[in-house]
């Protein structure tokens, strides 16, 4: 047989109630903490990474263009001879090569 007291009956229900709560605040905090970063991801670190996307983009098209300058204006005209140098084999019983 179980006895239950009023008393006892109460403390139980504020018991309940507080851990309820805390698990609520926990849950709470921890979407405004995921939300927050987010936030700070989406309108931060997103405009930064497009920027210096665009940024790069610029800087290595006109590196590009500067290097074509510089290349038209050193070109080298020549005319190389190839010399083949070829010895002969000095193993008995070859044909010479």
Known sequence: M???YASHSDRAGTRWTWSAMLRLAV???????????TLVGLFVVLPLVIASAIALSFFRRRRLRQAQHRLKGSVIDADYTLIVH?????I???KGW
Do not use: D
């Open 86 to 90: 070829q010895e002969r084999c000095s």
């Open 2 to 4: 179980r006895i239950v």
């Open 27 to 37: 849950l709470i905090t921890a979407a405004l903490a995921l939300l927050a970063i």
């Open 92 to 94: 008995p019983g070859s």
